[in-house]
């Protein structure tokens, strides 16, 4: 990622209307401002994961993750586990290792990718 053309701004992420994206369990709102260039674009996302929630994917997208409020529980394909916590953070290049997560009692994140 480079960072590139993206003048100054602030976000007021309640602004920003949520969509909704299913999953094997609850469902996930997104919150998505995109910047940059095309070609080398930034997405940039506040999710919120209802309580339940569990990923219908193996996901191989790179992302810089925070988890705001709740739990996210994340299980790469070789087994390991992970929990975060609020202040807690994950990172991941594309493609190096796929992911999976689930948030019983629901998180809130910021997701950079």
Request: charged letters at 25%.
């Amino acid at each position: 990622m480079r960072m590139t053309d993206i003048p100054f701004g602030t976000t007021d992420w309640s602004d920003i209307p949520a969509t909704r994206h299913s999953a094997e369990a609850g469902e996930a709102l997104w919150r998505t401002q995109v910047f940059g260039p095309e070609g080398n674009q930034i997405r940039v996302r506040m999710v919120e994961y209802t309580p339940g929630y569990v990923s219908d994917h193996w996901c191989e997208k790179g992302h810089v993750l925070l988890c705001l409020e709740g739990e996210l529980e994340t299980t790469l394909a070789d087994g390991r586990h992970y929990v975060l916590k609020p202040g807690m953070s994950y990172q991941v290049a594309d493609g190096a290792e796929p992911h999976r997560s689930v948030s019983p009692k629901g998180a809130k994140l910021f997701i950079v990718d």
